[in-house]
């Protein structure tokens, strides 16, 4: 069993997901995503901007980012977003414990806003998501600074 079916698996179990919506969602997250690549979070989200617009479940590893949405009336799986974490721009979470919910949002490589609003059962777990994100973009994304190899003198 490779790193990613490791651990999607888990997280997904721990995100609440039913075992049909993860098994259903996988064959569309496998064709993104690397086998080498670990699942750190995997959970539902909507869109704030568009709230009829179906479900979405949010896939994020060390490396990437996936968001496919399932439509409300004939429960067919789209690709929704589909990238590199080190291609996102101007990346925010907003974590409000009070609503139990953590709002994302990102500029992606075209241009596009997107946002999304992630939702807990306990105001806990809104601490816990907000550390996974801040380990995600905050430490895992190299800087832009050119490194020096060697210098010769």
Known sequence: ???????FLPAATEA???????????PVF?????????????????????PMSGDYL???????????????ILHRLRL???TELRELSHVTWSPDPRLQSVELAATAIDGIRERFLIRTQHPKQVWQLDAMLNHA???R??????????TVT
């Open 1 to 7: 069993m490779d790193v990613f079916s490791r651990t």
């Open 16 to 26: 609440g997901l039913a075992t049909q919506t993860a098994s259903r969602h996988m």
């Open 30 to 50: 496998r064709r993104c995503v690397g086998s080498s690549d670990a699942t750190i979070l995997v959970t539902r989200c909507s869109r704030p901007d568009r």
């Open 58 to 72: 949010l896939l994020l590893t060390h490396r990437r980012i996936v968001v496919t949405r399932q439509t409300r």
């Open 80 to 82: 929704h977003l589909n």
């Open 137 to 139: 973009f905050r430490t």
């Open 141 to 150: 994304i190299r800087s832009t600074r050119p490194r020096v190899l060697a």
